[in-house]
Each structure stands twice: as structure tokens, then as C-alpha cells.
């Protein structure tokens, strides 16, 4: 009966786990840090107080004042990373998950509503007047593609990481992928497409494509949804051949297929015959130093979703694409999709 139990109680904390925390692990890993260093930076006062009972009304208060003078010294208070102020949909962000994550980890006494913190980070967000904005991107197009390909000789290099950073790039443009669902922060075979989700075919009638198996994003619940295929058919040889680009990269960094389910699609080395997933960093660094090498000087016009925002607008461009194929192969949970769909001639 002990390891039944244990079996029980294991089975409980992993999904309460899932359940209390954030998709990425990033934004929570962030939230603590900030957290940490308003603890260190008012020595004087007790954070947090664990509740004598349950339904501790003072315990409750004090925490909740505590997130609020939180969220004050994060105003006044300069990123480590940037040196800028902290945006107020971060600080909103973070105060969410440090709730979640404390409540579920230390049983601390938080209000559900805690009605002075909610109130104070509307008016935040109220007066505020970039709240909400989302930077807009230029989107990388299938003619940015095969210009690149044609007139860059270092794109056309065969080397190990050359050839996965353009794959990906074409890849994020074909399956109107977002940079984290084919370039994760933090690489999980379960979550995140791996060799083994890249396969090759051909038809009946002698047509060659292949098939990246991705995992949507942006789904309600924190439950592995199922990967769906995304079919790229072989085209022109050129920068748009997505097919091409794809068969090159596996030609040129192979993977044995023992290990393929362990490694990610797209990879970089890091040293000492090592890889490493390529990150949504690396995807949007690349992406602009492409860019650039077009003779695109705005840099920070281009990043990760350029690839995704180029392909909507050429899929929309083609006339042929209803609204419900858009946002089948875009993985849109609504009809976003015509937003990243530029307006076109």
C-alpha cells in the first residue's frame, strides 16, 4: 500500500504541478528573480507570512501589500537584463504566476480577487498607453527567400549550422510557424519537434514532400496537445524551396535514428562535437542579419514571427486561401491570422 500511495501522490504533485505552472518556465524563473531582489533590497520587512489557519485575514493582507509594494519597486526599478523600466504587462504577468506559484508551493494566504493589487495594476495598465500595443514585425516573404539565396553566398554554405538556420528560417515561413514552436527556449522532445518529426515522401505520382510535425503553441490548459503535420511539397531548387532546404540540412548534419526522438529539428554546435536546440534568439538573430544582408537597415523591424508573417501574407496573397485554411495552417485558435496577413495588392 506505501508505494501505491507514493505512486498516487506522485501522480498528483506532477499534474498540479502542470497545472500551477506557466507554459514557459522562463517567465516564472524571471518573476523569482525579481522577487529575490526586492527581498534583498528591504531587509527590514518579512515578505511573505505563512497563515496560522486557514482563512487568515491578516496573513492574507499582508501578502497581498506585499505584492503590491512589489509591484511599486518594479516601476522604479530598472531591468538587469535591458537597464529600461519593466513594461506593465510583465508586471502583470509576473504577479500572476509568483500568485499561483507561491499559493501552490508554500500555501501562503493570497486573495483569490486580492481586490487592491487587481485594482492597482488595471490603473496601471489604464494609464498606460503602449499597454496592450504589440510591436509590429516585417514579415519575411518568399521573395526575401530566394533574393537571400540567390545573392548571399554565405546562406548557400554547407555547413553544419548554416544549413539549420536556414531550414528554419524557411521552415517558420512555409508552416507559418511561431520562432517557439520550432525554436524552443528550453528544448522538450514531448513539446517540441524533434529529427524524428521531420519525414520525406512521395506520390503516386512521383511528387516528393516532406512532413514537420509541430505542436501548437497556444492552446488553453497547460495538457501536451498532439503535434499535427504541416506538408511541404518540393519546388524550384530556389531559397523558397522549403523541401529542398529540409533534405540539404539532413544530408549535411545527419542524425543517427537512434537518436533522433531526443534531438531537436533544428541545431547548433556548441563545442566539443556538442549541439544545442537553436533558440527563438538564435532564429530571430538570423533572421535579421538576413534582413540586413538585403539591405534592410532597420533591424529591430525583423524578428522570430517574420518568417510566420511572411508566410500568412503570401498564402493570403495567392487568393486560394480561405480564412479557414489560414487559420488551420497558422494553428490560430480565432481569425488572428489576418492580422500577421499583411495587406497586399
Same mark, same amino acid.
Given at each position: ?20 505552472? &506557466?507554459?514557459?518556465? *522562463? ?27 486557514? *482563512? ?63 485594482? !492597482? ?66 528544448? $522538450?522532445?514531448?513539446?517540441? &519537434? ?10 503516386? *505520382? ?8 509541430? #505542436?501548437? !503553441? ?17 519546388? $524550384?531548387? +530556389?531559397?523558397? $524551396? ?10 549535411? $548534419? ?13 541545431? !547548433? ?25 538585403? +539591405?534592410?537597415?532597420? #533591424? ?18 495567392? +487568393?486560394?486561401?480561405?480564412?479557414? !485554411?489560414?487559420?488551420?495552417? +497558422? ?15
Amino acid at each position: 500500500m506505501p508505494g501505491l500511495l507514493q505512486r498516487l501522490q506522485g501522480g498528483a504533485l506532477e499534474k498540479l504541478s502542470r497545472a500551477y505552472a &506557466p507554459k514557459s518556465k *522562463g517567465p516564472l524563473q524571471s518573476a523569482i528573480k525579481w522577487l529575490a531582489r526586492f527581498a534583498q533590497a528591504t531587509p527590514e520587512r518579512d515578505i511573505f507570512r505563512v497563515s496560522r489557519f486557514r *482563512g487568515d485575514r491578516e496573513a492574507s493582507a499582508w501578502n497581498e501589500w506585499t505584492l503590491i509594494l512589489l509591484v511599486e519597486w518594479m516601476l522604479a526599478t530598472p531591468s538587469v537584463k535591458t537597464h529600461k523600466q519593466i513594461a506593465v504587462g510583465s508586471i502583470d504577468s509576473y504577479i500572476s504566476l509568483l500568485k499561483g506559484y507561491l499559493a501552490f508551493t508554500y500555501d501562503f494566504e493570497i486573495p483569490d480577487k486580492a481586490p487592491r493589487l487587481t485594482r !492597482l495594476v488595471a490603473l496601471l495598465r489604464s494609464e498606460d498607453p503602449l499597454s496592450g500595443v504589440r510591436r509590429k514585425r516585417r514579415g519575411f516573404r518568399r521573395r526575401h527567400l530566394r533574393k537571400l539565396w540567390r545573392k548571399t553566398a554565405s546562406v548557400r554554405e554547407e555547413s553544419p549550422d548554416m544549413v539549420n538556420y536556414v531550414a528554419a528560417l524557411g521552415t517558420a515561413w512555409h508552416t507559418l510557424a511561431r520562432g517557439g514552436e520550432i525554436c524552443p527556449g528550453t528544448f $522538450d522532445p514531448a513539446r517540441h &519537434p524533434t529529427r524524428a518529426d521531420l519525414e520525406f515522401g512521395e506520390t503516386a *505520382g512521383r511528387v516528393r514532400y516532406a512532413v514537420v510535425w509541430l #505542436r501548437p !503553441l497556444k492552446k488553453r490548459g497547460n495538457s501536451i496537445q498532439p503535434k499535427v503535420p504541416q506538408y511541404v511539397r518540393e519546388a $524550384d531548387e +530556389g531559397g523558397s $524551396d522549403v523541401y529542398m532546404l529540409l533534405q540539404r540540412m539532413v544530408r549535411i $548534419d545527419p542524425v543517427d535514428a537512434a537518436d533522433r526522438a531526443t534531438t531537436p529539428l533544428f541545431r !547548433l554546435a556548441a563545442g566539443q562535437r556538442r549541439t544545442k536546440a537553436m533558440s527563438v534568439a538564435h532564429l530571430r538573430a538570423f533572421t535579421r542579419n538576413c534582413a540586413a544582408a538585403l +539591405g534592410y537597415a532597420a #533591424r529591430q523591424e525583423w524578428g522570430a514571427h517574420s518568417g510566420r508573417i511572411g508566410g500568412a501574407t503570401d498564402l493570403a496573397a495567392t +487568393g486560394r486561401a480561405s480564412q479557414l !485554411l489560414l487559420q488551420a495552417k +497558422g494553428r490560430w485558435a480565432s481569425d488572428i491570422g489576418r492580422i500577421y496577413a499583411r495587406m497586399t495588392r
